[in-house]
């Protein structure tokens, strides 16, 4: 199994372009998400899905939109890149929504916006 | 809300010496804990959980953590360190809302000395 995988690695962004991080995952996965990483900050939730068709808000979600079409793909898009959103970007996935799943990340999405 | 947090930005440690991550924890309920590591340019990989029974819970690479409810506290050590071992730990706990996500601590980096 591949894992989690994230494309692109590296990004620049111009004030105002959009653009899609794509993740896949190849375990059958039920739950995805995306998280933002930011110096001296952990990791915050921007959306997640709990299947496919279904997704919802976490807790820093303007300026993103998500969508679930297929259990293995969450890709999630800018809509107007604002240097704010200057962050390391990681997707994950775990079996299901029980607690005690742990959670399986991609390598990240290294995003900066001038 | 929970929350959760790693006192310590940066930890040093001698090859060979034992090691302590700490990590402290705000729920109201039962606790889901997890501790990550995330190796330079990496996302992050899971290394234990508590979810319920023994206190010491041992994980992945030679690493424990020790769950202590009377002080909220969900240490991680391992008794004798690897200047392989060197990386940023993320303590975190689960959120028992709908997303049932994980809440991140901002992060300890380790560095284990030659």
């Known amino acids: 199994n591949a894992g989690v995988t994230q494309t692109p690695k590296f990004q620049v962004l111009k004030t105002g372009q959009s653009m899609t991080l794509q993740c896949a995952q190849d375990?059958?996965?039920?739950?995805m998400s995306w998280y933002r990483q930011d110096p001296g900050m952990g990791l915050r939730l921007i959306h997640y899905?709990?299947?496919?068709?279904?997704?919802d808000q976490g807790e820093v979600p303007n300026g993103y939109n998500v969508s679930r079409s297929t259990t293995e793909d969450f890709p999630l898009r800018l809509l107007s890149a604002a240097p704010s959103q200057t962050s390391v970007y990681f997707c994950?996935?775990?079996?299901?929504?029980?607690?005690?799943?742990?959670?399986?990340f991609g390598p990240g999405t290294r995003l900066t916006v001038t | 809300a929970q929350s959760v947090a790693q006192p310590e930005d940066q930890v040093n440690v001698a090859e060979g010496n034992p090691l302590t991550v700490k990590c402290t924890y705000s729920v109201s309920g039962n606790p889901y804990l997890f501790w990550y590591v995330q190796y330079p340019n990496r996302g992050l990989q899971f290394l234990l959980k508590?979810?319920?029974?023994?206190?010491l819970v041992k994980g992945s690479y030679g690493f424990e953590a020790e769950f202590n409810k009377s002080q909220t506290s969900f240490h991680l050590k391992k008794p004798s360190a690897l200047v392989s071992d060197s990386a940023l730990y993320f303590c975190?706990?689960?959120?028992?809302?709908?997303?049932?996500?994980?809440?991140f601590g901002s992060g300890t980096q380790l560095t284990v000395l030659p």
């Open positions: 508590y979810i319920t029974g023994d206190n």
């Open positions: 994950a996935s775990r079996v299901g929504l029980a607690e005690s799943y742990e959670q399986y």
């Open positions: 899905s709990v299947g496919a068709g279904i997704t």
């Open positions: 375990m059958n996965h039920e739950y």
């Open positions: 975190a706990v689960r959120d028992m809302g709908s997303a049932r996500q994980l809440t």
